[in-house]
């Protein structure tokens, strides 16, 4: 294979036809891209119910020349690009979204209006799934495919958001593990946008603490031990837990409830606590500590019951590493700033577990995620997608 005159950001320099390739490609792609975000995104996919869309996104992929296009156990839609048995690269765009007012049962409704389009999940992760499918396109094009060094794996995951905990993600390097397969680099592309490289993920940890008394007569038993009450002490206790200077871990009670009436001793009362932070160490010691508070606040007479509500792992990869300054260079490479993030994504499982890993947007403004107001402008949508584009021939392509 002859090689064309590589630039600074491992693929090609400015100016060389093939550089400049990228961009007519990136463009002349923009409305297939748009076309595939907003019928994705009026597919409902809920945390936990994600099929629907999972067959659509299997279905496109085989359109877009994918030969095999495997679901995993977990729900996964996976495809291997490019073959050889050197490390892959791992691109990875979560499937599921956050319906405010619950999951819709049929359509989502999608609103043009000018050149903003609105409806839950179209940024968050629509813009990102529409671009995981262009990749593929993009990637089985002759002059492209030509130039891969090493297989790329194209992931649409299950279970990102909420209490999906990275389902997904998870079972998905567990396999890859059990195969003795460690990626080179993954990239997980979520929602809008073409500045901010996300190299350290937000870990987190939530809990709920209940407290269970006997109750009764707020005089007749008055001696009875007092859920609340004690809950009280472990509150004030758990919120000094946290740095919110350092950020390594931040600690919130974030829900509470108890009793029963006015007049009675309760019964039982619990709180539920978030917390998260970008050091697992402190994340874990805080476990320990929360977990320490509840025995010393459960007082005789009271019973208390700890349950995990989430657990995600957090984790930094240096803005020095080769994977960040691909990143950087890229979003240079299509004018654009490149700004250091921190966010809980698909990459803090790889993250956590010591395989480079960032996530990036998927090109075009957005806003109002996780709303039934989110939002997506795609003004520039085909300079996020040229980016993305390049990051990834830096790190699969010669
Ligand atoms: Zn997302």
């Given at each position: 294979m002859t090689q064309g005159p590589r630039g600074a950001d491992g693929v090609l320099a400015a100016g060389d036809a093939w550089g400049s390739a990228l961009t007519d490609v990136a463009v002349a792609h923009r409305s297939w891209t748009l076309d595939q975000q907003i019928r994705l995104t009026q597919t409902p996919a809920p945390t936990g119910n994600e099929s629907a869309r999972a067959r659509l996104v299997q279905l496109a992929l085989r359109r877009a020349g994918a030969s095999t296009v495997r679901l995993d156990a977990a729900g996964n839609v996976c495809v291997v690009l490019g073959e050889g048995t050197r490390p892959p690269l791992v691109c990875m765009a979560h499937l599921d979204a956050v319906y405010e007012d619950g999951a819709p049962m049929d359509l989502v409704p999608v609103h043009r209006d000018g050149p903003v389009i609105r409806a839950p999940g179209i940024g968050d992760n629509g813009r990102g799934l529409a671009a995981l499918l262009t990749l593929a396109r993009l990637l089985r094009a002759p002059e492209l495919a030509a130039r891969l060094t090493r297989p790329v794996h194209l992931v649409a995951t299950v279970g990102e958001e909420g209490d999906g905990n990275l389902r997904g993600a998870r079972a998905w390097f567990d396999d890859a593990a059990r195969q003795g397969m460690t990626p080179h680099a993954v990239i997980a592309i979520d929602g809008?946008?073409?500045e901010s490289i996300v190299h350290h993920a937000v870990g987190s940890h939530r809990l709920r603490v209940t407290l269970h008394g006997e109750g009764?007569?707020?005089?007749?038993?008055?001696?009875a031990a007092n859920p609340i009450h004690a809950l009280g002490g472990f509150i004030a206790a758990a919120a000094r837990l946290g740095n919110v200077r350092s950020r390594d871990a931040v600690v919130h009670v974030t829900r509470m409830h108890g009793g029963e009436s006015l007049t009675a001793i309760p019964q039982q009362a619990w709180v539920e606590i978030d917390v998260r932070g970008t050091s697992s160490a402190r994340i874990e010691q805080v476990r320990h500590d929360l977990r320490r508070l509840v025995a010393w606040h459960t007082l005789p007479g009271l019973r208390a019951e700890v349950t995990v509500l989430g657990d995600r792992p957090a984790g930094t990869l240096d803005a020095a590493h080769p994977l960040v300054e691909a990143a950087a260079r890229a979003t240079a490479r299509v004018g654009c700033t490149p700004r250091s993030a921190v966010a809980s994504t698909d990459a803090n499982v790889p993250l956590a577990r010591g395989i480079p890993a960032i996530a990036v947007g998927a090109g075009g403004r957005g806003g109002g995620?996780?709303?039934?107001?989110e939002w997506y402008d795609d003004a520039h949508g085909a300079r996020g997608i040229e980016r993305l584009l390049r990051l990834v021939l830096s790190q699969a392509a010669g």
């Amino acid at each position: 294979m002859t090689q064309g005159p590589r630039g600074a950001d491992g693929v090609l320099a400015a100016g060389d036809a093939w550089g400049s390739a990228l961009t007519d490609v990136a463009v002349a792609h923009r409305s297939w891209t748009l076309d595939q975000q907003i019928r994705l995104t009026q597919t409902p996919a809920p945390t936990g119910n994600e099929s629907a869309r999972a067959r659509l996104v299997q279905l496109a992929l085989r359109r877009a020349g994918a030969s095999t296009v495997r679901l995993d156990a977990a729900g996964n839609v996976c495809v291997v690009l490019g073959e050889g048995t050197r490390p892959p690269l791992v691109c990875m765009a979560h499937l599921d979204a956050v319906y405010e007012d619950g999951a819709p049962m049929d359509l989502v409704p999608v609103h043009r209006d000018g050149p903003v389009i609105r409806a839950p999940g179209i940024g968050d992760n629509g813009r990102g799934l529409a671009a995981l499918l262009t990749l593929a396109r993009l990637l089985r094009a002759p002059e492209l495919a030509a130039r891969l060094t090493r297989p790329v794996h194209l992931v649409a995951t299950v279970g990102e958001e909420g209490d999906g905990n990275l389902r997904g993600a998870r079972a998905w390097f567990d396999d890859a593990a059990r195969q003795g397969m460690t990626p080179h680099a993954v990239i997980a592309i979520d929602g809008p946008g073409d500045e901010s490289i996300v190299h350290h993920a937000v870990g987190s940890h939530r809990l709920r603490v209940t407290l269970h008394g006997e109750g009764g007569h707020s005089w007749v038993q008055a001696d009875a031990a007092n859920p609340i009450h004690a809950l009280g002490g472990f509150i004030a206790a758990a919120a000094r837990l946290g740095n919110v200077r350092s950020r390594d871990a931040v600690v919130h009670v974030t829900r509470m409830h108890g009793g029963e009436s006015l007049t009675a001793i309760p019964q039982q009362a619990w709180v539920e606590i978030d917390v998260r932070g970008t050091s697992s160490a402190r994340i874990e010691q805080v476990r320990h500590d929360l977990r320490r508070l509840v025995a010393w606040h459960t007082l005789p007479g009271l019973r208390a019951e700890v349950t995990v509500l989430g657990d995600r792992p957090a984790g930094t990869l240096d803005a020095a590493h080769p994977l960040v300054e691909a990143a950087a260079r890229a979003t240079a490479r299509v004018g654009c700033t490149p700004r250091s993030a921190v966010a809980s994504t698909d990459a803090n499982v790889p993250l956590a577990r010591g395989i480079p890993a960032i996530a990036v947007g998927a090109g075009g403004r957005g806003g109002g995620a996780h709303s039934r107001h989110e939002w997506y402008d795609d003004a520039h949508g085909a300079r996020g997608i040229e980016r993305l584009l390049r990051l990834v021939l830096s790190q699969a392509a010669g």
